[in-house]
């Protein structure tokens, strides 16, 4: 079976973190543009014009921070 290729591809979820409210995006996520990985958030809106549309940010990930546990002598 050929590997799945997610290079120049995307997904966005609901942010289950999200409140009536708020300012966090509707939807969270990653997209892989030629082999980088970036993150993804998006905004549910309405323009003036009462015409629906989603905008969207890209940035780079977050690092994850190296957590330094403790070691009893």
Same mark, same amino acid.
């Given at each position: 079976?050929?590997?799945?290729?997610?290079?120049?591809? +995307?997904?966005?979820?609901?942010?289950?973190?999200? $409140?009536?409210?708020? %300012?966090?995006?509707?939807?969270?996520? &990653?997209?892989? *543009?030629? +082999?980088?990985?970036?993150?993804?958030?998006?905004? $549910?809106?309405?323009? %003036?014009?009462?015409?629906?549309?989603? &905008?969207?940010? *890209?940035?780079?990930?977050?690092?994850?921070?190296?957590?330094? $546990?403790?070691?009893?002598?």
């Amino acid at each position: 079976m050929p590997e799945y290729d997610n290079e120049n591809r +995307g997904v966005l979820f609901p942010n289950k973190y999200k $409140e009536d409210g708020d %300012k966090k995006p509707n939807y969270t996520g &990653s997209v892989d *543009v030629q +082999g980088e990985q970036w993150r993804l958030a998006a905004w $549910e809106n309405t323009s %003036k014009n009462g015409v629906k549309y989603i &905008s969207l940010v *890209v940035s780079e990930p977050k690092e994850k921070e190296e957590v330094e $546990e403790e070691v009893p002598f």
